[in-house]
């Protein structure tokens, strides 16, 4: 189910795994990778990605990928980069496309969803079923991008 992930570099970071989490049905999770994104030059940590493989009423509005730059790292377009690995994994799973979700009000990551070539579909609401309801977003913007 889950591939070799060593090619998931480019000149500037790669990606590092730190573990994958199988399908949860019951909770409605697809299988995940999780990653650390590493500096190449100085091997310095500046962020995490994740991939969540394929595509169900959670992925919908919480999206196939997440990522959060550490903050003296941020500006550098880390996780857009980052984005541009992760579809290489996603194809590996013909995925024919991945959804990147953010709060409407987060600018910078509303730019990494653009930098990294997603389009914006809309902004939608967010069913009070989902977790993020939950956590009081209620509503998200829905990025995809076609690989």
Known sequence: MFFDTTDLKNQEIYLSL????SENKD???????HFKIIRCFDDTIVGECDLRVGHNDNTKFGGNIGYEIYEPFRGNNYASKACKLLFILAKKHKMDEVI???????????????YSG???????DVPPWH?????????TCQYVINL
């Open 18 to 21: 730190y573990k994958t989490a």
């Open 27 to 33: 909770k409605g999770y697809v299988p995940a990778y």
């Open 100 to 114: 990147i979700t953010c709060s409407p009000e987060n600018i910078a990551s509303r730019k990494t969803c653009e």
């Open 118 to 124: 997603a389009k914006l579909k809309g902004i939608i």
């Open 131 to 139: 977790e993020m309801f939950k956590t009081g977003r209620k509503k």
